[in-house]
């Protein structure tokens, strides 16, 4: 042998191949192989420390960052369910949210309709204080419409 003291043998106990390129597990500090180098390979005790994955949310390519104990699914589905900005989510967020304070009315605005007397939100279709009986202190002028 002409480099006695060249390269390290594996730490893992059915390998300990002498390696000339030997690599150091940044978690637990132990030198391995190529094919052992891998925190699932060599069962690393300390790969919790760095094994720490960011998920994506599958929409937008965002990384979205979770607290530890937090669920990855469920953080990303309220990501995309609030501050995702892909086209899909938005789609499916709800435009129609102002709806007809009319009695009996389930109609629902993309913008508010107030009224100036009562100071209420209507539709449409009951935004004029004598289609939805204004309890407001002013009497409308003319009784056309």
Known sequence: ?????????????????????PLKCD???????????????????????????????????????VRRGEMPDVVVGEHI???CKSDPAQRKRKIF?????????????????????CHKNYCLKHRHPLDHDCSGAGRPLSKAG
């Open 81 to 83: 369910d609030r501050d």
């Open 1 to 21: 042998m002409e480099f006695p003291d060249l390269g390290a043998h594996c730490s893992w106990p059915a390998c300990q191949r002498l390696d000339f390129l």
């Open 97 to 117: 949210t102002n709806k007809c304070m009319k009695a009996g009315c389930k109609q629902k605005e993309m913008m508010k309709v107030i009224c100036d007397q």
């Open 27 to 65: 978690a637990c500090e132990q030198i391995f192989c190529t094919d052992h180098i891998a925190y699932a390979q060599h069962s690393c005790t300390s790969a919790y420390k760095k094994d720490v994955q960011v998920p994506v949310c599958p929409l937008c390519n965002t990384p979205i960052p």
